[in-house]
Structures are given as C-alpha cells and as structure tokens.
C-alpha cells in the first residue's frame, strides 16, 4: 500500500505536465524555442549610462583647423599663347581644292588658360605648388581668399619632385604653419584645401590611408602620403593639413580611371617639398647628388645569368656614363652594389634616393661585388643633370 501512493503520485504529475504541455502548443506557441535553433548571445548597450564617449582627440568639427589654414591657400591661374601653325600642305593648290577652307594657311596664335591651388609659406610671399600647374606658363595670377589678387614670380620649379617656388608681393600675407609630415600615422585625419574644377575654395576630410608611397610613375623622386581625402582637378598644388589645421603635404595627384576623385590621392609630404623650396631659394634649383651609372634589381633571371646566390642582397650595374663620377671612381657594369655608406641597397629606388640626398661635391663609400670578390669604392658625386632619367 505504501508503494502505491508515490506511483500514483507521479502518474498524475506526469498527466498534469503533459496536459499544461498541450494547452501551451495549443494555446501559446510564441512561447516555445524554435525547432533547431540554438541560442544566440547577442550584447547590446542598454541606457545613455553604457553608452562609450567619443575619445577626446575626435572633435564633432574642424572648423577651426579649416579657419587657421584656409587663409593660406591661394587660386592659381596660369595662362600661355599657344602658336598654332598651319597644315604643311594648307597652300598646295590639289589639297585646298579638296578641302577648301578647311585647311588654314595662316599660322594663329592662341590663349590657354588653367587652374590650380597654392600656399602661401612664409609672410616674404612665397608660395609652395606643384610643377605642372605652371609649367610652361607666361603669366601666373594668385588670388587670395580675402580677395585680393596679384601677379607671381616663378622662381623656381623641380620637375623631378613636381614641386614649384612662386612669389607675391603683397603685405600682411597669411603664412601657413609647417606640420611634422614625418610623423603623420595612417588613420590620421586630414583636410584637402583648393579649387577644384574652379569652384573656388573647398574643404574636403579624409584620413591618411599610407605613407612612404612610391614607384608610381609620377615623379622621379616619390615618398608620397596616400589620402581618400577628395582631390579632383584644380586641387593640386593646394594643401593637405592635419586635424590642427598644420600643412603636411602638397596635393599633387589623383588614382582615377576617370578624371575625378575615387579615394585615391597623394601629396607630396612637406618634409621633401620643404627642402626642395629653401634649395630653389637659395642655388635657384634642387641640388642632388648623381654618379652616373644605370642600376637593375637583381632579378631570378639576373641571378642565374650571372651565378648569384639567392640570399644576395643589392643592384646590379647594367651601365656606366662615360667620364662620369662613376666611371672615374672604377665602377663597372656587372657590379653589384651591395651597400651605400654602410647601408645595404635592395633596389633601383633606394640607390637612387641615397645618392640624391649628398649634395655635389660629397664622397660616397660604395661596398661593391665584383665577379664574386667584395671591394670597397669611393666616389665624389657630381650635380645630377635635369630630368636625368635612369641614371643615378
């Protein structure tokens, strides 16, 4: 009897919960998990108490940074006469019979104008913008943001670098201040300030998406800062600030398929633009190092060509200028340059920026392999040539 009563209860506990199962299926079937889902943990801030603060370095606006530099940017318009001369056949007698007044037999002169973007340096009136903005040009006009205007002087310009050295004559000139380009941190936020496609002055933010870019193709000498800053057409030559409104960089040129800004900008930093304007002030040009000689990366081809080993480090010599600081100091073709002044080179770009950098006149200590014997070279640079194209 005693066993009875704990089965009894249970029966009708298990009946009891059953039951309570079918009127929930029936009644309330929101409130039972779905067939084969597991549980999701998912975090989420609950109240304005559990809500991060922005970090205190992230401003709401940069206003400020724009008021501090914006003054300084300056619209360029450079304009040239072009001679347009006549078809060589204008005057042939058959040729106009068949094309009438088609073909002009006179030659006639016409003007091109452009725009661009500067900034204004220092309070003597000088003037950091890019090569290609003037290049070629008769006249230069700068107009300031608060209106007034005036003819530039060039003083100087560097192909190589793309940058150029104007000067104004204007009083109480609003100079920019000169950032740390050098120590500009990929993800640190930027201003792009110019005239695009004439608009007059814009701003436009982005960050800092690389630095120490290089071997582009757009100058000879490249350590470019990457922005997705908007840069489009009349931006360059304009200035690149940082989040306290501090020149960083010279807007030089854009990646784009199609002419316009796709995120894809570089400034030239002010670090290099910098010491290409006080050398244009001083010597009227850059003066750079140069031996004369034509380097290749040791290629896999290269290597088994000439039985290198594949842990060789350096630049081969595929050619000497004659009589040239090279020449003179005994280098040959087929040396492998191993370092420059203690330092290893691994390509074309290195060597090219470790000779630039001595002014003419300098010795270079140049560790060279020659058929598979280590020697020890001098040679005094000499001024490197204008546009002196592959070699260094």
């Known amino acids: 009897m005693s ?4 089965i009894l209860f249970l029966a009708q506990a298990i009946v009891l919960g059953l039951a309570a199962a079918f009127l929930i299926v029936l009644f309330w079937p929101e409130l039972l998990p779905p067939r084969g889902a597991a549980p999701v943990e998912i975090r989420q801030l609950v109240g304005p108490a559990e809500t991060p603060a922005l970090p205190a370095n992230a401003p709401g606006s940069y206003a400020t940074a724009v008021e501090k530099a914006a003054p300084s940017v300056v619209n360029i318009h450079t304009a040239k006469v072009v001679t347009l001369r006549p078809h060589p056949l ?3 007698p058959v040729f106009r019979q068949f094309f009438g007044g088609a073909l002009d037999s006179k030659e006639r002169k016409r003007l091109e104008t452009s725009l661009g973007s500067g900034v204004i340096i220092s309070e003597q009136g000088y003037i950091l913008t890019n090569h290609h903005v003037i290049a070629g040009a008769d006249t230069i006009q700068v107009a300031l943001r608060d ?3 005036a003819e530039a002087k060039l003083i100087g310009s560097d192909p190589d670098t793309d940058v150029a050295v104007l000067k104004i004559d204007l009083p109480r000139l609003p100079a920019i201040t000169l950032g740390q380009s050098d120590k500009m941190r990929i993800g640190d936020v930027v201003l792009a300030i110019g005239n695009p496609f004439g608009f007059g002055q814009t701003v436009t933010m982005g960050i800092v998406s690389a630095t120490g870019r290089s071997q582009l193709g757009i100058n000879t000498f ?3 800062i990457q922005t997705d800053a908007a840069i489009n057409p009349g931006n360059s030559g304009g200035a690149l600030v940082d989040a306290a409104g501090n020149l960083i960089g010279i807007n030089t040129a854009i990646f784009s398929k199609t002419g316009s800004s796709v995120g894809i900008g570089f400034a030239i930093p002010t ?3 910098r010491e290409v304007m006080d050398q244009i002030i001083r010597h009227g040009r850059p003066l750079r190092g140069w031996l004369g000689f034509d380097v290749r990366a040791l290629t896999p081809e290269l290597r088994e060509t000439f039985k290198f080993t594949k842990d060789l480090e350096g630049v081969i010599i595929a050619g000497v200028v ?3 600081p090279a020449h003179k100091a005994g280098l040959q073709p087929e040396d492998v340059i191993l370092s420059i002044n203690g330092r290893k080179t ?4 290195e060597v090219l920026m470790a000779i630039a950098q001595h002014k003419p006149g300098e010795t270079i200590k140049l560790e ?3 058929a598979g014997k280590p020697m020890q070279l001098n040679a005094v640079t000499g001024e490197r040539p204008a546009r002196a194209l592959r070699t260094e």
């Open 346 to 349: 691994r390509d074309a770009r």
């Open 368 to 370: 060279v392999l020659r």
């Open 322 to 324: 004659r009589n040239g």
């Open 271 to 273: 670090s290099l633009a």
């Open 147 to 149: 209106g007034r205007s």
């Open 90 to 92: 204008a005057n042939d």
């Open 3 to 6: 066993l009875f009563k704990p």
């Open 222 to 224: 490249e350590n470019f």
